[in-house]
Structures are given as C-alpha cells and as structure tokens.
C-alpha cells in the first residue's frame, strides 16, 4: 500500500556560475585558448573584441532575472567540456600565421623495409620478412613468439612457414643498422651489438662473455661474482668491459628518423625580479579579450517595442536572453579566473619570498595547501585546482606550483624545514659518495642526522626513491 509523507532536507548546490567557474579554473593556460574558442563556437552572443561599456546595455537590465533563467539553462552550463580541441584553435589574430617547416624522415619500418631490398629475397621470403618487421616495437625488440608469427602468416597470408626459417631471416634482419635491431631480449641487443665490435679485442671479449655467461650478475652489479665466475683477475680489463657494455644501445628502435610532437610547457604566470623587488605578471594568454554581442543586445531591445503575445518571438527571446546570460556568466568566469591565480600565485609568492629572490632550493619554507587557503581566504579545493596544472616562469627555470608545497622536517634546534631542502642534501650524499662503496640508507640516515635532520631511515629510502636514485648496490662502480 502506497504511503505519503513528507520530509524536510537541507542540501548544497553550486549554482551554473560556480560550475563555470571550477570548469575554467583548473584548466592550463595551454588549453584555455581551445576552451574560449569551443564557447564562441556554441554561442552567437558571445564575440572576441574589446568590451564596449554603456550607460543604457540591455545586458544589464536582466541581472536580476538570473535566478529566473538559471534554471532554464542548467543543463546548458552543465555541458562536460572534457575534450578540447588541442591544434588551430585560439590563435590571436593580430599575430602573424608562420607556420614552421617539418622534417619528413622515414620511420624506423621504413628504414628496415629498405634494408629488406638489399637482401635479394624472392617473393615468398620477403613476404616473411615484412611480417617479421612489422613485428618489431617502437624500441626495436620483436616480443612476439615465432611461433605466433608463423599462425599469423598461415592465416592472415596464407603462407606456410615454420620457426626454424623465420628465425634464419630473423638473423639475418638482426644484421640491420641501427645495430641491435630485432632482438628478443636485452641479453641477446647487447650480444648482437658486441659482435660488431672488433673480435680481437681483449675488452670486447671480456664484455660478450659478461652478457653471454653472467647477464644476471651484471644487472645486479655484482662484480665480484663475475671476475670469480670467468677467472678475470685484471680489474682494469673488467671495468673497462663493464664502461663498454653501459655504452650500447638498450633501445635501438629509439634511433629511427620518427617525427616526434614535441610539447611545450607554456607558463601561467611570470616572475621578474627587478632589484630585489618580486614583480608577478598573468600570461596575456589568460586575458582573453571578450564581449558581448551588440546584434543580440539590440535583439532584446526590440522586444519591448513589439507584441508581446507572439509566441514564436517569446521563443526567440528566451534564447537570447539564454545566450547573452551565458555569455556574461563566461566571460565574469574568466575575470574570476584571472584574479584567483594571481591571488593564489602572489600568496606563494609571499610565503616563499626569500627562494624566490636567489632560486636556493634550501631557501624553501614547508608548506601545504591549507597555508595557501588561509592566507587569501579561499577553500583548500579550489587552490589544490589551482597548484595541480598551473606553471610559472622564473629568472632560474619554470616550475609546477606543486613544486613550492613540501612537507616540514624537524631539526635538533625545533625548527621545521622542508622536505625539499632534505632531499637536496640527500642528493648531494649521494653524489659525494665513492662510487666504489656507495652508502647505503642507514649511514644516509646517520649523515643527515649529523647535519641536524631527524629523518628515519623509512622516509630516506621514501626521498631516494621520489628522487629517482637507485639502491646502494645498484649504484656501485668498478
């Protein structure tokens, strides 16, 4: 049986403006030209132009009816704009259309396939032997089995072959420039990389028995094991057969004449120090210069002097009003954009004055985004959008504000430092160090408690991983 009731709740909604304006806040400045030119696609009533301010703008006359048309155009502003267009759009048209030439190099396939030529192959065979190149990776390692191959050409072909003749050819494509090319492991890219080099050389022979009888010692940089596995009492010889093999090619398809995209970091902000004094400066492509539509404002003008019962015009009308609340709700989006960055990058600024004035990593303050929050009075949320995707530029590099937030380290003296100037000292451990000992995480603990850090040795093994710094025993040198 049915029952009515009723309930009382109290709930939280971000009106379409607020919306609006999350959307356009985390987005980088890189894409923000692509977002504008996607909003002035999809509504008439919005123009790219110099905003013209007048006494008598019908725009201002439905400030107070936003409420009213909100809920018509929710859905509107709600639209997901996850996809952006990434190339011609956003251009400035003042600025001159140069377009750069490109290298058109051939691809690592059709360097090999042209090698292919050289072989003399009948038909049959070089059918094989494209099959077999257009199995090898982008890094030049075949790591499909021969076996997959050969069902490969039986059905896709329907050529008959078996592993012992693809393998014969895949000696032979082995044989290829860039050296290396088509192995099926990095044992055997070493090996066929070693057997160019000259035969008669002691080191070279050293080196190829290294990888033939020892690789797994060699890859754990345990030496001692490999001088007393192959008798090798001169250590000169061995350190100059391991310099040899840390020279080869670990990656030989990355040699071929590709055309690579090349991505440029384009700063959100700039910071120029000029006599001490920090000036911060918004990238002018973060200011784009928007207005209203003049054609759709005298639209709504032209309504108040005609019927008014007309229904097809109260349609048309209701768009427009739709269209130009949309562009007024955009346009104030991106001023409120403008202004959170410079507040948000001006709060770092002065909580991290003094790195900012030399570029010392050690200068840097420990700081978290509830600092940052509190100093300009905005939710942790909103400058976590803002650190997440935004880069400034300085007079010593450009940098993700993400890189100003560290965690606090405790010193001897009680006083906090952070995390970064930690791990600057522990980079800096690492790199005095004598490479024929390297120190391990515990006497790495033991140093920097010495300098007054009271790190455990957990967190050094945490930092010299964020750092990208391999265990001692795989740091050691002959």
Request: one cysteine or more; proline letters at 3%; charged letters at 35%.
């Amino acid at each position: 049986m049915q029952k009515l009731s009723l309930t009382q709740s109290l709930q939280q909604k971000l009106s379409p403006q607020q919306i609006q304006f999350i959307k356009l806040l985390q987005v980088p400045t890189a894409e923000l030209e692509a977002r504008v030119e996607e909003e002035l696609e999809v509504n008439p009533a919005l123009e790219e132009g110099k905003e013209e301010k007048e006494a008598d703008d019908p725009a201002e006359e439905y400030d107070e009816e936003y409420d009213d048309v909100a809920e018509g155009i929710e859905d509107y502003l709600q639209d997901d704009y996850a996809g952006y267009k990434m190339q011609g759009d956003g251009r400035n048209p003042d600025e001159e259309d140069k377009e750069s030439p490109i290298s058109m190099g051939k691809t690592l396939h059709e360097h090999l396939i042209s090698q292919l030529g050289y072989l003399k192959l009948d038909e049959r065979q070089e059918v094989l032997g494209r099959q077999l190149i257009g199995s090898i990776d982008s890094d030049g390692y075949i790591r499909r089995e021969l076996e997959a191959i050969v069902n490969d050409l039986a059905f896709s072909q329907g050529v008959e072959t078996d592993e012992e003749e693809l393998e014969a050819l895949l000696y032979k494509i082995q044989n290829f420039e860039p050296a290396g090319i088509g192995a099926r492991s990095l044992q055997e890219c070493l090996s066929i990389q070693l057997e160019r080099k000259d035969s008669d050389s002691e080191v070279v022979q050293i080196a190829q028995r290294i990888i033939d009888n020892c690789f797994n010692e060699f890859s754990k940089k345990h030496y001692d094991k490999i001088s007393k596995k192959l008798g090798i009492e001169n250590e000169d010889l061995l350190r100059e057969a391991i310099y040899l093999i840390t020279k080869l090619n670990p990656k030989p398809g990355g040699t071929g004449d590709e055309m690579v995209k090349t991505q440029y970091i384009i700063p959100d902000f700039i910071l120029v120090n000029n006599d001490d004094k920090l000036e911060l400066s918004l990238n002018s492509r973060n200011a784009p210069q928007l207005k209203v539509s003049r054609s759709y404002s005298e639209m709504l003008q032209a309504y108040d002097k005609s019927n008014k019962k007309d229904k097809k015009l109260k349609e048309t009308v209701s768009f427009i009003k739709q269209k130009l609340d949309s562009a007024k709700w955009f346009i104030d989006a991106i001023r409120q954009r403008q202004q959170t960055l410079l507040n948000t990058m001006q709060a770092i600024i002065d909580f991290q004055y003094e790195y900012f004035l030399e570029g010392d990593e050690s200068k840097l303050k420990p700081m978290i985004l509830k600092d940052i929050a509190d100093r300009i009075g905005m939710d942790i949320s909103t400058i976590s959008r803002v650190a997440s995707s935004k880069t400034v530029q300085t007079e010593f590099g450009v940098f993700p504000l993400k890189y100003f937030f560290s965690e606090g380290i405790s010193t001897d003296s009680g006083e906090d430092v952070s995390s970064r100037e930690v791990k600057s000292k522990l980079k800096g451990f690492i790199e005095a160090e004598d490479k024929s000992k390297p120190l391990s995480d515990e006497k790495l603990e033991k140093a920097l408690k010495e300098c007054g850090y009271n790190i455990a040795r957990r967190t050094v093994a945490k930092y010299r991983e964020q750092l990208n710094i391999p265990v001692a025993r795989l740091r050691k040198e002959l």
